[in-house]
């Protein structure tokens, strides 16, 4: 599992719920610009993951498991 792969999955959930990665953010109580692309690296150019809590929050609000989210992470 990487990095993109993870924030791939995030974009594909989003979709799944009828929502951008903004109104994700908003429906599970999350800053909106919390997935936006500009916040998935720092200045530094280090990776920055989502927080497994922000992603308990998406999983709650969406009435989704686990599972359901770990199904868009690609798998080679």
Do not use: Y
Not at 24 to 46: I, M
Not at 58 to 73: C, E, H, P, V, Y
């Amino acid at each position: 599992m990487t990095h993109d792969d993870v924030w791939h999955a995030i974009e594909c959930f989003a979709t799944e719920h009828g929502m951008s990665c903004s109104g994700l953010a908003k429906c599970s109580g999350l800053d909106p610009t919390t997935f936006n692309k500009s916040k998935r690296w720092s200045k530094e150019g280090q990776p920055r993951w989502p927080s497994t809590n922000s992603i308990a929050k998406i999983l709650s609000s969406t009435g989704a498991n686990i599972n359901d989210f770990t199904k868009f992470i690609h798998h080679d």
